[in-house]
């Protein structure tokens, strides 16, 4: 195998062979989902599978830039974070009477930047730790919603309500999942990102090969931020009211998601690609779970199963990874990347 | 852009001379401002110095760094990204000039369907803070004849209360209609206190076929699963909390009325004067929140009682315990009394004794063990409070399910009642001499949602199995 070999399956192979585990399980939960519940693949079933999945997906992907940044960085606070745009619209913006979807767009990723960028500085200016930063974000941002309010409650706007019920699988919500993957390839195209997964596999090397580690690490938060502001639009859809106390239990499922997409929390590997489909992954299993009735074990049956399905995913992935190792010598170098 | 070639700035630095690559010289050279708006050359150059600098260091081998990988973000792809977003926002703006204003899950705010009730009954709604308006279900037919599908999207599993009440369904109820030929089974989802999971799953239990689908404790998140199900002729009925979407009718006790009735009982026993501490339940969850708002009302009355700690035990002994003794460890001042939610008094009670204090007059509520250490300790100032006993209101949401399949046209959105108290004998009579302390499971009311009560609230009453089935720890026999 030479550097030269560059078809288009080797490129996508080389870019995107991180995903292959979770690709797999997509493929396996999808068989399982067409036995148990063939509902899911009419045009009502999909359209309303694809808007329950979104908020999901929109979240994973903000984690996505901050986990390639390395140092272990796992931004906690996403749940409350997401959770934080929800009741922020609904009991601000939405209840004094502020509608048009410009603004709340525009509100909902400019607070989740900003929050993103502060959580960034802190940790690339500052150097703390990813963890305790996020952590206290997390306890922070989890506070603040319940004193914006205590109880759910509110409404969204008809335009709002409207795409948390689509009629067809070409919802605003798909739109909005399209223009965030897209957003995405675009991104991964600047050298921006070749800095990001550089920085994210070692740092050092990184810096010595010219890297602004600080502007680095704050452009992943601010990347995220987006995406998070976009998913808590979404769930704002879903739910069509504000919730305060959601978010604690979503950092979980989030940070599930990303690690069953194959990204690497150690920084450097990911991609979007991973992102989406280790959340429909999530998604789909905590669906095929619901077919069956397993009474009040149900929900702990679900996070047995997450965990056993993340552990094995790993393992599966880490398998691969060596073997690939193995085989791919190139020009006497290992390849570290993909 | 050979993805292959992007690697080899960093491939030999890290795997051949990782250390050495970064002597003190270099490891002070000052970070590259690599900046968006700084020129592609300007920037190449001083990264090719530094690189060419560390290739003097290392073994030699190593490849200068393609100059396009350093090009910064290309004007075509700038101006890709603008017309995305341009358009995103073209796209968003053309939906909100289209329809404006606020959409659904308004709860109705007509009193039609209270006045549809009897006199004596419409007292119950009395600070009631669910939907009160008429139920869209007076004239519903189910789409096929009995045995119905039940499908039961709960929320949590975790706590006594929960295991009391899909206990009570799933032992007593289910086979009780099955034998009558009503129901033929129930599905049960779980979501973990996750709403959009929630949703989900009441969706799914729609499109696999249930007849009705029962929520426990919801909250306004469910808001468009209710409808969802609505538009595709399964209502909902929602037990121990309310939606405010029509879609749903609500089966529960007067929480707030619960709330105010159990501060005003800890009040009076206080002398109406001294330091009191609630434990509240799940910040955040709507039953919770009722009850609070029902204490505070109540302790408008008193202005000499101080409320000098709320915490949350989150309808768990155990973090009860912990929360109560950590408050109790910090605030050396006399607590004169406590308000507690139930299925956490266990916890309380153990934190109050633990900590070498008295037992100050508080509120108890089902769990068998407080009632047992009450009838140990008479002298304890207290009294049991059925607010929402979990079995009883489980056998009300059934039957009310069974009679809105049998079409018999619920006259209101939400039906309540109110709460119930027991006092030291009517406790003994239920609690045998033997009973331990740290029985968490349920005493249930004698009468909560009988059958004759609920014929009140339907427009063609009958009830599904002509009697009212027995709730186990409620000493009734039915």
């Known amino acids: 195998m030479t550097v030269k070999d560059s078809s288009l399956l080797r490129r996508f192979a080389d870019r995107h062979g991180y995903a292959a585990v979770p690709l797999g399980l997509l493929v396996c939960l999808l068989a399982l989902a067409a036995v148990r519940g063939p509902h899911l693949f009419t045009s009502d079933g999909a359209a309303y599978a694809i808007v329950s999945a979104a908020p999901l997906i929109m979240a994973t992907m903000a984690l996505t830039p901050i986990a390639m940044a390395g140092r272990g960085g796992v931004d906690l606070a996403i749940g409350p974070l997401v959770g934080f745009v929800n009741v922020g619209l609904v009991f601000w913006l939405i209840k004094s009477g502020v509608t048009s979807p410009l603004f709340i767009i525009a509100f909902a990723i400019g607070v989740s930047v900003l929050f993103e960028v502060v959580q960034g500085l802190l940790i690339a200016g500052l150097r703390l730790q990813p963890v305790i930063v996020t952590l206290s974000g997390f306890l922070v941002l989890a506070g603040v919603n319940l004193m914006i309010t205590d109880r759910p409650d509110g409404m969204t706007p008809a335009w709002l309500t409207a795409w948390g019920t689509p009629t067809s699988v070409l919802s605003p919500a798909t739109g909005v999942l399209v223009a965030g993957f897209v957003m995405w390839t675009l991104i991964a195209r600047t050298s921006f990102f070749h800095n990001l997964r550089v920085m994210g596999f070692n740092e050092r090397t990184a810096y010595a090969s010219g890297v602004p580690l600080v502007l680095t690490r704050v452009g992943a938060h601010a990347i995220a931020g987006v995406y998070a502001g976009l998913a808590g639009v979404l769930y704002t859809a879903v739910i069509a009211s504000g919730d305060p106390a959601f978010g604690q239990q979503y950092t979980l499922i989030v940070v599930t998601a990303l ?6 929390v150690g920084g450097g590997r990911g991609g979007a690609l991973g992102a989406v489909v280790g959340a429909i992954d999530v998604f789909l299993i905590s669906d095929a779970l619901a077919t069956f009735d397993f009474g009040a074990g149900a929900s702990f049956v679900v996070q047995l199963v997450y965990g056993l399905i993340l552990v094995l995913a790993l393992a599966v992935g880490t398998v691969f990874a060596r073997s690939g190792l193995r085989r791919r010598p190139r020009d006497g170098r290992v390849e570290v990347l993909a | 852009m050979d993805p292959t070639a992007r690697i080899t700035i960093i491939s030999p630095l890290k795997t051949d001379t990782d250390d050495r690559v970064l002597p003190g010289r270099l490891r002070f050279h000052p970070p590259l401002p690599l900046t968006f708006g700084q020129s ?16 003097t260091l290392s073994t030699g081998q190593m490849q200068a760094p393609p100059m396009k990988e350093l090009t910064l973000l290309k004007r075509t792809q700038l101006a890709l990204l603008a017309v995305l977003a341009a358009l995103v926002l073209a796209a968003a ?46 004239n519903f037919k189910p789409k096929q004849s009995p045995p119905w599908t039940i499908g039961y999207a709960s929320s949590y599993a975790g706590n006594t209360w929960r295991s009391g009440s899909l206990n009570q369904l799933q032992n007593v109820l289910v086979p009780a209609y099955k034998k009558a030929g009503l129901v033929d089974k129930m599905i049960v989802t779980q979501s973990n206190l996750n709403d959009s999971t929630q949703i989900q799953q009441i969706r799914q239990l729609v499109n696999q076929g249930a007849d009705i689908i029962l929520l426990c404790c919801s909250s306004a998140a469910i808001n468009p699963a209710v409808t969802y199900a609505q538009a595709r002729g399964v209502p909902v009925v929602t037990f121990s909390g309310y939606t405010s979407a029509e879609g749903s009718v609500n089966v529960y006790g007067n929480y707030v009325q619960g709330g105010a009735a159990m501060a005003d009982f800890v009040a009076k026993q206080m002398g109406g004067k001294g330091n009191m501490l609630l434990v509240t339940g799940i910040p955040g969850a709507a039953s919770s929140d009722s009850v609070d708002r029902g204490v505070k009302k109540a302790l408008k009355k008193y202005p000499n009682i101080k409320l000098v700690g709320t915490v949350a035990g989150q309808w768990t002994d155990q973090i009860a315990k912990t929360e109560v003794l950590k408050f109790l460890s910090t605030h050396p001042q ?3 009394g406590i308000v507690t939610h139930s299925a956490q008094e266990i916890g309380v009670m153990q934190a ?25 300790h008479p002298e304890w100032k207290t009294r049991l409070f059925n607010v929402w006993p979990p079995g009883s209101e489980a056998t009300g949401a059934m039957s009310i399910m069974v009679r809105i399949l049998q079409g018999q046209g619920p006259k209101v959105q939400s039906i309540t009642r109110n709460l119930t108290e027991y006092g030291i004998d009517e406790v003994r009579a239920i609690t045998p001499k033997g009973c331990d302390v740290n029985d968490a499971t349920w005493i249930e009311p004698k009468d909560w949602f009988t059958e004759k009560y609920l014929d009140n609230f339907f427009l063609r009453p009958k009830a599904p199995l002509g009697k009212d089935i027995a709730v186990p720890g409620s000493g009734s026999t039915g």
């Not at chain 2, 150059?45 to 690189?51: E, G, S, V, W």
């Not at chain 2, 633990?354 to 509120?363: F, V, Y």
Request: aromatic share 6%; charged share 20%.
């Open chain 2, 93 to 138: 703006g053309c939906a909100g000039s289209n329809q404006n204003g606020a959409g659904s899950g308004t709860p109705k705010s007509s009193q039609q369907g209270l006045k549809s009730l009897p006199s004596d009954i419409r007292a119950a709604y009395t600070d009631f803070d669910g939907p009160t308006g008429s139920s869209p279900f007076a």
């Open chain 2, 40 to 55: 592609a050359s300007t920037h190449a150059a001083r990264a090719q110095k530094l690189i060419a600098a560390s290739r």
């Open chain 2, 352 to 376: 109050v004794l633990e900590s070498g204090r008295k037992l100050p007059p508080m509120t108890i509520g089902g769990e068998k063990g407080a009632a047992c250490y009450w009838t140990k």
């Open chain 2, 334 to 336: 006399k607590i004169d």
């Open chain 1, 259 to 264: 690690l069953l997409g194959g990204i690497s």
